[in-house]
């Protein structure tokens, strides 16, 4: 059975011009490396006017979208998907990265 990866709470998510990193909108407006720092929508209507404030901000960012993903108990926020989660967790690029010293 698949996974509903929906979510009921959203986080904006985009990658930065310069380098390429994931960021995630914080609550200030701002773009974050820290997935812990984003603004989180709880329903429809919030991650509607979440994915504007995104977009508003896109200066600095390519495509800004929404990201579904749970909330524990002690607050730590998690994507649902596994393509979210490797983006969050820089896991390829890391790999890649230490791919390209080894060989270098």
Same mark, same amino acid.
């Given at each position: 059975m698949a996974k509903n990866l929906s979510g009921d709470l959203q986080v904006a998510s985009a990658n930065r011009l310069v380098d390429g990193m994931v $960021? @995630? *909108? +914080? /609550? %200030?407006?701002? @773009?974050? /490396? !820290? *997935? /812990?720092?984003? %603004? $989180? %929508? !709880?329903?429809? !209507?919030? %991650? /509607?006017? *979440?994915l504007e404030r995104a977009r508003a901000e896109a200066f600095? $960012? $390519? +495509?800004?979208?929404l990201v579904a993903v749970t909330e524990d108990d002690d607050g730590t926020v998690e994507p649902l998907s596994l393509r979210e989660k490797i983006r969050a967790s820089g896991l390829t690029f890391d790999a890649i990265a230490a791919d390209a010293v080894r060989y270098a």
């Amino acid at each position: 059975m698949a996974k509903n990866l929906s979510g009921d709470l959203q986080v904006a998510s985009a990658n930065r011009l310069v380098d390429g990193m994931v $960021v @995630w *909108l +914080d /609550e %200030a407006g701002q @773009w974050t /490396e !820290r *997935l /812990e720092h984003a %603004a $989180v %929508a !709880r329903d429809k !209507r919030g %991650a /509607e006017i *979440l994915l504007e404030r995104a977009r508003a901000e896109a200066f600095t $960012v $390519v +495509d800004p979208f929404l990201v579904a993903v749970t909330e524990d108990d002690d607050g730590t926020v998690e994507p649902l998907s596994l393509r979210e989660k490797i983006r969050a967790s820089g896991l390829t690029f890391d790999a890649i990265a230490a791919d390209a010293v080894r060989y270098a």
